[in-house]
């Protein structure tokens, strides 16, 4: 079942309300769910989800050693050869 959203003497689906006023559906949903207005849903920017954000730096940043054997807060434990006793 679709719900028709009438703002500005024009009758939208949800979906298309969202699409013509740049929303994801789901944020659209909700905010009349909670009782907003429909100017108030359709007028208010999403606040930048993740979707919406700057796509991320694919280059790797180098970890930071601190001291030997802990790097970026995590000790790394030592690899022992078959034979060697246990460290305690």
Do not use: C, H
């Amino acid at each position: 079942m679709s719900s028709a959203i009438e703002f500005r003497g024009e009758a939208l689906s949800l979906a298309e309300a969202a699409r013509k006023y740049d929303l994801p559906k789901t944020t659209l949903a909700n905010r009349l769910n909670l009782g907003w207005s429909v100017e108030r849903a359709l007028t208010t920017p999403a606040r930048g989800g993740r979707a919406q954000t700057a796509p991320r730096s694919t280059e790797s940043t180098p970890m930071a050693t601190t001291s030997p054997g802990i790097v970026a807060g995590r000790t790394q434990q030592p690899k022992l050869a078959i034979g060697d006793p246990p460290s305690i």
